[in-house]
């Protein structure tokens, strides 16, 4: 038989991971790097789900700068989507891409008025309005006490007295040239002068704080976003694209399909050079059918999600566990594996991995967050505060897509519903909980004997006998959960 009939009908909690002999001083030593597609790496093998109630702009930026991945979702105008993409795009690690700038014959007044309302320590600034064209800086401590008529470029430093830097600066030269010239901001330009980018010594010392973060070449945040494949995706993708995605998701429900076939051949045909994420599926062959067409990694998960309702109404599912494991044999190691959907401990995030995942998409447990669209309100029975958890084919997300004059007519013509809404527990930000995944998943690798997450992926996938304890009985089940 193909696949081991350890991994049948199971899911997390019929498994834990068996010790073996440990080689690290600290766990705070074991590196958690894995392979998110086949041409990304995150350092935080944690992806956000591209759910209108957990991947937005603010979902996208905390994930990336803490090492994860995520995708926008799509529940909204391709506009708002772009927008949102382009947004996290902006927000470099340590360059800001856009800074502001304003022209050399701007009265005084003005720009302090800007420095004032943008709460900046200064401003870029370009020979006129919009060329881009960098003519000098003017830091607040070049602002005159009075003479406010006078123009921008009687007060700042000129071009011929500023450093700068090409595109593409590491953060550790960037640095060393700051320290060299005893300037708090270094403007980054082009071979034509024109601007591309500004190094401010507050970004950088922020970024210190952020080791782990999912960059780029040109130290930007990476981020996903979500299309469909069918009607308007074409024009999502190009926009999504446009916008500088780094990773493109196509997700329908039933990923090995005929509909996705020809969603993938058109995507590929027009964007052969994108990243593209395909799912999702729950079996091997689903697995394989992605790999084949050209995905550069495969979302696993067919009905474990917490706003699923797809096992109870159709009748249709793959436990999570054996889903991971099909997928983990059809892809044969050609490109990595998302397994996505019902993770409730951090401890099941560690299993998914040993089994075949290569990284765990979560939904529910970062959805009460600050970063999580939505707002946060009070349940009045309970009086806990709540965030909103949907399954993206639930009527009110479904409603949210569309406008609302004809509701009846929206549901009725869409798909049938198979997730529902969900209150989730208001926790705070989602900072802390990626430190938390972070450092269980480190006990993890030190308690497995290894010091990688992915030798000991390597490792256990190769061989789950050695790494799982299976079929734990009702009362090993009761001794390791019941608490
Ligand atoms: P969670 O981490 O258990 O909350 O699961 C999140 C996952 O649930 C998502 O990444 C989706 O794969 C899945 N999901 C989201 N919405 C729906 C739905 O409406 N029906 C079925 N599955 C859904």
């Not at 096992?311 to 044969?332: F, K, N, S």
């Not at 527990?425 to 480190?442: A, T, W």
């Amino acid at each position: 038989m193909w696949m081991e009939e350890f991994f049948k009908s199971v899911t997390f909690e019929d498994f834990l991971i068996r010790p073996h002999h440990g080689m690290l001083d600290s766990r705070k030593d074991a590196n958690l790097t894995m392979q998110f597609s086949r041409r990304i790496s995150i350092k935080t093998p944690i992806v956000g789900a591209n759910m209108d109630t957990v991947t937005g702009e603010n979902m996208m930026k905390a994930l990336s700068l803490n090492g994860c991945f995520g995708f926008i979702h799509r529940n909204c105008s391709i506009e708002k989507e772009a927008r949102q993409v382009a947004a996290v795009k902006r927000q470099q690690s340590f360059i800001v891409a856009n800074p502001l700038a304003v022209g050399k014959n701007m009265p005084i007044k003005e720009a302090k008025r800007i420095v004032k309302i943008e709460k900046v320590s200064g401003l870029l600034v370009e020979e006129s309005p919009g060329s881009g064209i960098l003519a000098g800086i003017l830091s607040r401590r070049d602002f005159p006490r009075d003479n406010d008529e006078k123009l921008v470029s009687e007060f700042m430093t000129p071009f011929d007295r500023l450093v700068t830097a090409k595109e593409g600066v590491s953060l550790e030269e960037a640095e060393r040239v700051m320290y060299e010239i005893r300037k708090e901001k270094l403007p980054i330009i082009d071979e034509n002068g024109k601007i591309r980018g500004l190094v401010t010594m507050k970004d950088l010392e922020k970024s210190k704080h952020f080791p782990y973060s999912s960059i780029d070449s040109r130290g930007r945040l990476l981020v996903g976003a979500t299309i469909g494949a069918t009607g308007d995706f074409m024009e999502r993708a190009a926009a999504i694209i446009e916008a500088e995605a780094d990773c493109v998701l196509i997700d329908i429900a039933h990923g090995d399909s005929e509909v996705m076939r020809k969603a993938v051949e058109s995507f590929k045909a027009k964007f052969p050079n994108t990243e593209l994420v395909c799912g999702n599926v729950g079996t091997r062959d689903g697995a394989r059918f992605l790999a084949d067409l050209g995905a550069d990694a495969v979302k696993v998960g067919i009905g474990p999600g917490h706003g699923c309702r797809t096992r109870i109404e159709t009748g249709v599912g793959v436990p999570q566990m054996q889903a991971i494991r099909e997928a983990y044999l059809g892809v044969d190691g050609r490109v990595p594996i998302i397994a996505d959907g019902g993770i409730e401990d951090d401890g099941e995030i560690a299993k998914a991995i040993f089994c075949g995942a290569d990284t765990v998409m979560l939904g529910s447990m970062i959805a009460g967050t600050d970063e999580s669209p939505g707002v946060i309100s009070i349940n009045p029975a309970t009086k806990k505060q709540v965030k909103k958890y949907r399954g993206m084919t639930s009527p009110d997300a479904v409603l949210d897509r569309n406008d609302w004059e004809n509701p009846s007519e929206i549901l009725e013509s869409s798909p049938a519903q198979e997730g529902q809404p969900l209150e989730i527990d208001y926790v705070g930000s989602v900072v802390p909980i990626i430190k938390r995944i972070r450092e269980h998943l480190q006990s993890t690798v030190s308690y497995t004997g290894q010091r990688t997450l992915s030798l000991v992926h390597k490792l256990a996938v190769a061989s789950p006998y050695d790494y799982f304890i299976n079929k734990l009985t009702e009362a090993a089940q009761k001794e390791s959960f019941d608490r």
